[in-house]
């Protein structure tokens, strides 16, 4: 399979990380989601049913996330890839990227990539 859906560059404020100033206060967290899937019946009848939604897999991880408190991001990736696994069995395969992008100065961004299969 080598068809893939992704979001790019989601982001929202979360309460994540393991310093007292984390804990207290939402950061902003960027999150990269790549996953498989056959889009070919999707292509070909142009019925969003026959695919996975990129929209309502972002807004799982969304709510996933701030429904939640994660002291590593680690834990953010894994939880989130078992939740796209065990919401879509249409997918195959999951990458999920957490950043964090207001941690180090002299760097872009911080944090784990992490790929999961069912
Ligand atoms: N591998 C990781 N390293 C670090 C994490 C993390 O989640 N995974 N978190 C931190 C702190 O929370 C950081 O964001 C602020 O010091 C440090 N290293």
């Known amino acids: 399979m080598s068809d893939t859906v992704f979001i790019h560059d989601l982001q929202f404020p979360a309460i994540i990380g393991i310093m007292d100033h984390e804990r207290l206060q939402r950061q902003t967290v960027s999150m990269d989601i790549e996953f498989t899937t056959d889009i070919s ?9 026959d695919t996975v939604s990129y929209a309502e897999v972002a807004e799982r991880v969304t709510e996933l996330a701030q429904n939640g408190e994660y002291l590593l991001v680690e834990s953010l ?35 784990v990539k992490i790929e999961r299969r069912r």
Do not use: C, F, M
């Not at 069995?89 to 964090?100: D, G, H, L, P, R």
């Open 77 to 111: 990736a894994e939880d989130s890839a078992q939740l796209i696994l065990q919401s879509y069995s249409a997918i195959e395969q999951v990458t999920i990227k957490v950043a964090k992008p207001d941690i180090l100065p002299n760097a872009g961004a911080v944090g």
């Open 41 to 49: 019946k999707a292509a070909a009848s142009g019925n969003i049913e």
